[in-house]
């Protein structure tokens, strides 16, 4: 069964950091692009950023440039995403996707129709 599993999420002031985890089951992470997704309250569901098949193939949404880093450890079959200074407005759910192949960042993404595997998500509340 193909599968990912987010974790990771919670409360944080502003300013503060948190890492997610995105552990995959059921196929070869190496041969996977992931992409983190966030949806919050209202809004429509957006790319936050893409990793490819090479841990240098990765991408990001303008408004968390240099705050988020996205890598991956193919061996524990996990990407995680590195949030740094974190604000308000990154509350939202997070998801991460896999998608077979994919090289070129979110907009590569975006354009191939493959099967995409979704997981649940993980709540990211920033407060104070």
């Known amino acids: 069964q193909l599968q990912v599993v987010e974790s990771g999420g919670g409360l944080v002031q502003p300013g503060g950091s948190l890492r997610l985890s995105c552990v995959t089951s059921g196929f070869f992470l190496d041969y996977y692009a992931v992409v983190w997704f966030r949806q919050a309250p209202g809004k429509e569901r957006e790319g936050v950023s893409f990793i490819g098949l090479s841990d240098r193939d990765t991408d990001y949404v303008d408004s968390v440039k240099g705050r988020f880093t996205i890598s991956k450890d193919n061996a524990k079959n996990t990407v995680y995403l590195q949030m740094n200074s974190l604000k308000p407005e990154d509350t939202a759910v997070y998801y991460c996707?896999?998608?077979?192949?994919?090289?070129?960042?979110?907009?590569?993404?975006?354009?191939?129709?493959?099967?995409?595997?979704w997981g649940q998500g993980t709540l990211v509340t920033i407060s104070s």
């Open positions: 996707a896999a998608k077979a192949g994919i090289s070129g960042g979110l907009e590569a993404w975006n354009r191939a129709r493959y099967q995409e595997i």
